[in-house]
């Protein structure tokens, strides 16, 4: 057991849709990442969240938004879904920002598997 | 811009062998970070081990080992006395200096331990 985690772990929509990911991190971790892994694009960073604060974006549609809470747990909100939203979507914790801390790992949760039908 | 790759999509390895899954990366920042993940078919992200740019030694963890080779940008994981629960995806990651720093996967390779 990671630490972290994800709910639900599964959940099944419809298109044009909206549903909410939640991320508790592993406790003291201020860092939380997500991740989407797809068959076809594989695993991408979505955007990452430090202590509140939005840290660093990756390749995050404008239907995609996240937030980090006082509590530190996040939530990702996916709008309008389509199809190919159809994915296993991970968070991911960690106890540094990044930068200079290169070797922190990051625990990842098991992962919500969302399917859009 | 960051670049993984994983060129064998699945790997055979026979219980009690050894087996390396290669890994090979790109980028211009001279401090960097090399990660292992484990991901079995229940789907959750298992760190194995991690090698650091600057890290003068290969990295070791149990029966997992890092064979980095940074002229040529390579960061291979030997596992050796496979088990069968070693089957699963491997995923080789990396993590460059600066802001936020996420991880940057491979396309991963799915190993098969055959008893």
């Known amino acids: 057991d990671s630490g972290v985690t994800q709910t639900p772990k599964h959940l099944i929509t419809a298109t044009g849709q909206r549903v909410t990911l939640r991320c508790s991190p592993r406790?003291?971790?201020?860092?939380v990442y997500w991740y989407q892994q797809s068959l076809d694009q594989g695993l991408q960073f979505l955007i990452q969240y430090y202590n509140g604060e939005e840290r660093a974006k990756g390749n995050i549609l404008e239907r995609f938004s996240a937030q980090q809470f006082p509590d530190l747990h996040s939530e990702l909100n996916l709008s309008s879904l389509e199809l190919g939203d159809s994915a296993l979507y991970f968070c991911?914790?960690?106890?540094?920002?990044?930068?200079?801390?290169?070797?922190?790992?990051?625990?990842f949760g098991q992962g919500t598997r969302l399917t859009v039908v | 811009a960051q670049k993984i790759t994983q060129t064998q999509p699945g790997m055979f390895v026979q219980e009690k062998e050894a087996v390396t899954l290669d890994c090979t990366y790109d980028t211009s920042d001279p401090s960097y970070g090399l990660f292992w993940y484990k991901q079995p078919s229940s789907g959750e992200m298992i760190f194995l081990i991690y090698?650091?740019?600057?890290?003068?030694q290969n990295a070791t963890e149990g029966r997992y080992s890092l064979n980095f080779q940074k002229a040529r940008k390579s960061a291979n994981l030997v596992i050796s006395a496979s088990q069968l629960g070693d089957s699963a995806m491997y995923f080789c990651?990396?993590?460059?200096?600066?802001?936020?720093?996420?991880?940057?996967f491979g396309a991963g390779t799915i190993l098969r331990v055959k008893s």
């Open positions: 991911a914790s960690s106890s540094q920002p990044g930068g200079q801390f290169m070797n922190t790992e990051a625990f």
């Open positions: 406790s003291g971790d201020l860092s």
């Open positions: 990651a990396m993590r460059e200096g600066g802001y936020g720093n996420k991880l940057v």
């Open positions: 090698q650091g740019s600057y890290d003068q």
